[in-house]
């Protein structure tokens, strides 16, 4: 299928015709791209769309010729009337880097950690010959300023570390722009980043791509990313181009089975009221909500509870505090979601409650019974263990590769020898009884984790984590890693489990969106503090505290209208100093 | 939620084949790997197989002029005979007997104490931690071969001596690599999920900690292996190996040293060649296990 | 909203209090490099001390009633043993036996050679210096081509050099060097005649052998080897590491050439983890020469070592050990504080 672009005239600065990709392995021989085609013309952003397996970054790379020897490429890319696979390594060297450059997805170590910033950007520029050296270390002091790092003089002395994440990605940017190349191929360029720093990676690109002709080619699985900044866009699935054609099209009316499937299982968000939100913010009458300290007295029991709860972390020999003063309740049979960005402090509460990391002031309490979190456990501490379950983030590392399913799920029953659980039919029993109520086969249970999919592990970590029937699940972004539609089912399994078993839950994530669809109740932190507190339903859609608004604005809606409206009051926000003070701050300790 | 069917999740893509297939499939597709097993099989039935059917008499000394220092191809003593009188070939064999003994159980040994040592290090962690490691510091900063010599100075070396001693000279390497191994597992989802739950701290090792890390102990352990045959053949080179009438390759190459300016080659180049022969044997196995057990750097 | 909503407030207030809850832009000391450096101290200090814990305990395995009977010699009567070890301090209760013996060493004494009218530190100091040229020729030339032949091999991953030159490593390797020794001696001493293979007779100095280098081609070689084979094992697995990283690619999308990738962004950062390794390295290499020295009678520290063990001369092989040990604390502390200080990273801290 050819990507259908408006007939302008304008010759495509990118053509890729009937591209295939295959990996031969010592375990055989794996298709990665069928027959796919595609054209970019100048100043166009394409965004090519899937989730992980669909072929999509082993076609960027395709076109970089940067795949690894074990790649079998054939059909044609033509870049600027130039076929690049025929182009020999040497004559690949001098296209990469000044016709067609590249971004990565993990701007932390894409840059060479012992060459100096400015260096880095520098040798682009003289490895094409653009410039004398002396002109190539102005020209990359201009171009670190172009993309907006503050003081570049003294950044391209620097060395990466001395950079944030956002700020890599800028430099990475930088490179990809010194010779101002026809083509940018950017590869997940904000998928590591937070969202409120992709936001403003996405507009420096959108930027970028109105203020010259270069053309862009996003490789992305964040629909909000391609409501944002994409022209056109193609739908990739088990290395199939499946659809593909403007935007608003394929995002509003998809065609093709896969694409509909695709943007049905992407978590919404209710329009938030971007108009009163604004008002008030330009009015000065924006608020800082105070946090509940309890729920009002609905004569709800606290599964668990956060009372002036601080926590110290401890890296590097180094001890700061990673969470001020919580105070949270989170009622019995309820889902609160936490949210916050990295380094807000969310993933450290939620070891606290499962007793991995002490309180280091304050309480928490399960049942009304403390949590301590003591290397050798009492019997009174082992009880209160058993109350709560968990599940991580990470399918790849949830579970021992050593131990079978069946193995990994009664582990809990063997560490507490629950009554009526102790016996070994008995424990047969309740694995089968669990794999069914994650909705996995039971032959499952001698499997070994290796051979089950992402999406698959974490239901087996739910099923471990509810096998002692707790009172409270901490569930530690148990979906991030996921493909949207693999979310979909896992989120699926764990509110039907939930209804079933009547647990609380508390729901810590980055995606306001899933938090959005899975809570009763939201919980916003922000540099170890809990800055706002509410009902999911009204948080949504006009959150009180200048952080929440701020972070609420930054995600992108996979709607383009919705997202047209936030990008808007996002741009009208950050022209208030306030808001930007505030919602600045200090960088994480 | 508003989702109805969501699209079938991409199946992982090397899940047919269990995972010791697999493993032994990396391992089989490894020629280095599988020369160095052929050989090794072969070097032990030479060395355990071979006298029963080349019987030779290795205890009697003789100082018959007849039977002393005959060259190779000497009828009835293919490869010769030594200034004792004794065949070279019977020699050989019972030689590897040692070599081979003190080096698989010496490795061994030293694997163990490595595993225990590194894993209990890695998972407390702290200030227990750190003195069980300047223990490895302080071990390391010894030479083993100066220390062997010293120890064969003061007891006398017999083989169950050599395996204790060289056992204890090696354990430091794997106890640094399963240390770091340990701390790595330590912080995984699945020990973190045991921990939460109640799960004890022995539970954590027993079960999670030195199950993973058996793949670098198995490799190591090959390494080790290959490094005692070496050092056995060091010590004894330096004069303070096992006693006669008991004898290993180093002891056998070293006599015949003294030979060298009479151009007696069969009295060197055998028990040289067979020691060569043998640590490459078990550095290909190591390095195909390495090949076979390290995700790093593989395809995904 | 579920609770009471705060009183309205501007937010530029709000802002101060909460946007820097502790904002003290001062670096703690906890993290920093110097505290990275005292800490790597202690730890070294701890270290040596159970380096003597450890010496002075095979002390007393190898001579329980103390060294009167072998200083004096076995014309001693027990009486006479007695009143030395009673003067040396040889009776008293071991803990301050082992504090007296940390004192001596302090103060640089290692005791006396039962078989040399000398002390151990005479003895060490006439033969040190040689081994440390005859190591230090070999560690430099090992290096010189291992590190190239390292990186050579990682950027030809697979193919037919870095096999042959993998297989030919690992034939180095298992080779015991005494036997790779033997075979130069034969070669290029006996049936050549190129060079000695035995170093000159009597005790010669440095100056002597660095004016007549010809004696050291051979142990030289034959000390190389291994170490050769050793070190182009880690440059190789090294720069392998390096070349998959992320920063790698970045430089190969700014056409950036495979060589020169290598040559400008994967050396310097490869060469880290080998410089970690050299500290760690130099009981080996002393291991090694003693092999060496002994297989060409080159009279350095490893042939004295060797004798003394021929002789029972525990304070002699006791005080090379130490000697040894010591070193080696020195040098993993002097090769973790460079590693430091060529990381932009932790250097950083430095200012």
């Not at chain 1, 401890?314 to 889902?335: C, D, S």
């Not at chain 1, 399994?493 to 009547?502: E, H, I, N, V």
């Amino acid at each position: 299928m050819t990507a259908t672009a408006p007939t302008t005239g304008v010759q495509p600065v990118l053509t890729v015709e009937h591209l295939n990709v295959q990996f031969v392995t010592d375990e055989g021989t794996y298709p990665a791209v069928n027959d796919s085609s595609f054209e970019i013309r100048p100043g166009e952003v394409l965004a090519l769309v899937g989730e992980s397996g669909s072929g999509k970054s082993v076609t960027s790379l395709a076109i970089l010729g940067l795949l690894p020897g074990t790649a079998r490429v054939t059909g044609r890319i033509t870049l600027a009337g130039e076929s690049l696979l025929d182009a020999g390594e040497a004559r690949m060297n001098v296209i990469r880097g000044a016709s067609v450059s590249m971004l990565f997805q993990e701007p932390m170590t894409a840059l060479n950690p012992t060459m100096t910033v400015g260096a880095q950007v520098m040798e682009v520029l003289t490895n094409h010959r653009i410039c004398s050296k002396a002109e190539a270390a102005k020209r990359a002091v201009e171009l670190l300023g172009r993309v907006g790092i503050p003081d570049p003089e003294r950044r391209a002395k620097g060395y990466p570390h001395e950079l944030s994440g956002g700020q890599r990605q800028r430099v990475v940017i930088a490179i990809a722009l010194a010779c101002e190349p026809k083509l940018i191929v950017a590869d997940e360029p904000t998928t590591a980043l937070d969202v409120t720093v992709q936001a403003e990676i996405l507009d420096l690109l959108r930027k970028l791509a109105r203020e010259s002709a270069t053309a862009f080619l996003l490789i992305t699985h964040n629909m909000g990313v391609v409501a944002d900044i994409a022209d056109h866009v193609a739908v990739m699935y088990n290395g199939d181009i499946v659809e593909s054609g403007p935007m608003k099209q394929v995002l509003l009316e998809p065609a093709a089975d896969y694409s509909q499937r695709l943007i049905a299982a992407i978590p919404k968000m209710p329009a938030a009221h971007w108009d009163d939100i604004v008002t008030a913010a330009q009015e000065g009458t924006v608020t800082v909500p105070a946090v509940p300290a309890s729920l009002p007295a609905d004569d709800v029991r606290p599964a668990l509870q956060f009372d002036n709860a601080s926590i110290d972390y401890v890296r590097g020999g180094r001890a700061f505090r990673a969470a001020h003063n919580i105070t949270l309740t989170i009622p019995e049979k309820e889902i609160v979601g936490l949210v916050g960005e990295s380094g807000s402090g969310k993933s450290t509460l939620g070891r606290c409650a499962l007793g991995l990391i002490p309180a280091a002031e304050g309480t928490v309490t399960v049942l009304g019974h403390p949590v301590h979190a003591r290397s050798l456990l009492s019997a009174e501490d082992k009880a209160v263990r058993r109350q709560i379950g968990v599940i991580f983030q990470d399918p790849g590392s949830s579970l021992d590769p050593r131990m079978t399913i069946a193995q990994c799920i009664e582990e809990p029953l063997l560490v507490h020898s629950p009554e009526g659980l102790s016996g070994r039919q008995a424990r047969q029993a309740r694995v089968a009884e669990l794999l069914d109520a994650v909705e996995l086969p039971s032959h499952y249970a001698m499997r070994y984790p290796h051979e089950l999919s992402g999406g698959q592990r974490q239901r087996v970590g739910l099923a471990r984590a509810i096998v002692l029937n707790p009172r409270v699940l901490i569930a530690d972004e148990p979906t991030s890693a996921l493909d949207v539609s693999v979310q979909a089912h896992v989120l699926d399994a764990l509110r039907s489990l939930q209804a079933a078993y009547g647990f609380a839950c508390l729901f810590i994530s980055h995606d306001l969106a899933v938090v959005n669809e899975m809570s009763h109740r939201v919980a916003v932190m922000w540099q170890g503090h809990l800055v706002e507190v509410g009902e999911t339903a009204s948080l949504m859609v006009r959150p009180q505290h200048p952080y929440t608004i701020r972070l609420l604005a930054a995600v992108p809606s996979p709607d383009p209208r919705e997202q047209a409206r936030r990008r808007e009051a996002r741009r009208k926000l950050a022209t208030l100093d306030d808001m930007a003070t505030l919602a600045d701050g200090a960088p994480p300790a | 939620m508003t989702t109805s069917t969501p699209a079938p999740e991409l199946a992982p893509r090397l899940s047919t084949a269990s995972p010791a297939t697999r493993a032994w499939r990396r391992f089989r597709s490894n020629k280095l790997a599988m020369i160095g097993t052929t050989i090794v099989i072969l070097l032990i039935l030479f060395c355990f197989a071979g006298p029963l059917v080349w019987v030779t008499d290795q205890v009697t000394v003789s100082i018959d002029l007849a039977i002393i220092n005959k060259p190779w191809g000497t009828p009835g003593h293919p490869l010769g005979t030594n200034n004792l009188g004794y065949d070279i070939l019977g020699r050989l064999m019972k030689a590897g007997q040692t070599s081979l003994i003190i080096g698989l159980l010496a490795g061994l040994l030293a694997t163990l104490i490595g595993t225990c040592w590194g894993a209990i290090a890695g998972y407390i962690g702290g200030p227990v931690d750190a003195i069980m490691m300047r223990v490895v510091d302080a071990g390391i900063a010894l030479p083993a071969t100066f220390l062997l010599l010293i120890l064969s100075a003061i007891m006398h070396p017999s083989i169950p001596l050599m395996i204790v001693v060289i056992g204890l000279v090696s354990w430091l390497v794997p106890a640094r690599l399963i240390r770091a191994e340990a701390i790595t597992i330590k912080t995984r989802d699945y020990v973190l999920a045991l921990r939460a739950v109640g799960g004890s701290h022995t539970r954590a090792v027993a079960r999670h900690i030195i199950p993973n890390t058996i793949g670098t102990m198995i490799v190591n352990a090959t390494f080790q292996v290959a490094d005692a045959i070496l050092l056995v053949a060091y010590i004894s080179f330096l004069g303070m190996g096992v006693e006669p009438p008991a004898t290993d390759w180093g002891a056998m190459l070293t006599k015949g040293i003294d030979y060298t300016y009479a151009g007696y080659w069969w009295l060197i180049f055998p028990p040289g060649l067979l020691i060569v022969i043998t640590v490459c044997a078990f550095n290909f196995i190591g390095d195909g296990l390495r090949d076979m057990f390290d995700v790093k750097g593989r395809q995904s | 909203m579920a609770s009471n909503r705060a009183a309205p407030a501007p937010t530029a207030v709000l802002a101060n209090v909460l946007a820097k809850p502790e904002a003290t832009k001062r670096r703690p000391f906890r993290g920093s490099f110097w505290w990275y450096l005292i800490r790597r101290l202690l730890q070294a200090l701890f270290v040596v001390l159970l380096v003597t814990l450890i010496v002075f305990t095979l002390m007393h395995l190898a001579m329980p009633a103390g060294p009167g009977a072998g200083i004096l010699g076995l014309g001693a009567t027990q009486e006479q043993i007695d009143a030395f070890n009673h003067a040396h301090g040889f009776d008293l209760p071991i803990w301050q036996q082992y504090f007296n013996y940390v004192t001596q060493i302090l103060q640089g004494d290692f005791g006396d050679s039962f078989k040399q009218n000398m002390t151990v530190g005479q003895a060490i100091a006439l033969r040190l210096p040689k081994t440390i040229l005859l190591a230090a020729l070999c560690m430099v030339i090992a290096l010189a081509i291992a590190l190239p032949m390292g990186m050579f091999q990682a950027t030809r991953r697979g193919r037919l050099a870095d096999y042959a030159l993998t297989g030919v490593n690992f034939v180095i390797y298992s080779t015991p060097s005494f036997f790779m020794g033997l075979l130069l001696i034969v070669v290029f001493a006996q049936k050549l005649q190129l060079l000695p293979a035995t170093a000159p007779a009597g005790v010669p100095t440095v100056a002597y052998l660095l004016a007549n280098p010809r004696y050291l081609v051979l142990p030289v070689i034959t000390g190389s080897l291994g170490t050769l084979a050793t070190f182009s094992r880690y440059m190789r697995s090294a720069t392998i590491d390096n070349l998959s990283e992320d920063y790698v690619r970045t430089a190969r999308a700014k056409g950036t050439s495979k060589s020169r990738v290598v040559v400008r962004h994967v050396v310097r950062n490869s060469l880290t983890p080998v410089i970690a390794m050299l500290g760690y390295y130099l009981p080996v290499m002393f291991g090694g020469m003693l092999v060496v020295e002994q297989l060409f009678n080159y009279p350095g520290m490893g042939l004295l070592f060797w004798r003394s063990a021929q002789q029972a001369d525990y304070p002699v092989l006791l005080g090379c050990v130490l000697i040894i040990a010591l070193a080696t604390v020195i040098g993993s502390l002097l090769a973790d504080i460079v590693q430091a200080l060529l990381d932009p990273r932790t250097r950083g801290q430095l200012q």
